[in-house]
């Protein structure tokens, strides 16, 4: 079994709008003050063993523009202020029957930042992500090791005065649709600015934070339990709340390093 996943861009213009040929940039194309979205597609099963396809990417696209985006349209110009959660099952009853029993998840991109997915496999919930961006600095030193050792295995992450990054964290948070979980956008953005934007942001993690204060018996503050430690924070907080989960938090310490906790 393997996985396709296509992403599709298409932009909702005011009066409708037509054409558009770089599917990059987003089909239709946009017209005067449009809005942008990103809808990714995600087909599970067997290719095919003739044409080595499992689906056409053109399949897809074709469904998305000729069923979803209309989908789209329609909730903007007649209910701007519907949740669009509510919205994925729909889209995945109108991509069913072109793309087949393969329609496995759905990730509707609304900013660069926000987005909502929803398996089909269980259509009752959706998982909401959204990145925030915060700067700390850092030292990386095991009290149980010697200076050399902590020198060898941390290299210049060692150096005494410390080093800064500017970090990336993502929750996915899974809300129930059926009964709707008590977390609107507003209120996830509220809860992890105050406690995971707050808690880290503008600190030196080893001096300024008593989780990871060697003083204070701290973990030492790596990527990795960061991301615990996030994940610890907001799961205390929104798991308590009636259809509300976190699933994991994903924190990126550069471009090219990420840790997600609970993996999955
Ligand atoms: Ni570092």
Known sequence: MLALRRTVRFNINSGGGAGGTNGAAGVPAMTGFGRHYELEVTCRGEPDPATGYLVDIKAIDDAVRSRGVPLVARACQDEPGRDPAGLLPEL??????????GLHALCFRLTPTWSITMSTETPTVVVLRQRFEFAASHRLHAPTLSDEENRRVFGKCNNPAGHGHNYRIEPAVEVSLDPRG????????????????????????????????????????????????CYERLAGRLDARDGVRVRSVTVWETDRTACEYPAR
């Open 92 to 101: 995945a009853a109108a991509l069913r029957p072109p793309l087949g029993p």
């Open 182 to 229: 008590a977390l609107s956008p507003g209120e996830l953005e509220a809860e992890v600015e105050e406690h995971i934007i707050g808690w880290l942001d503008h600190r030196h993690l080893n001096a300024d934070v008593p989780e990871f204060d060697p003083g204070r018996g701290g973990l030492i503050p790596s990527v990795e339990n960061i991301a615990r430690l």
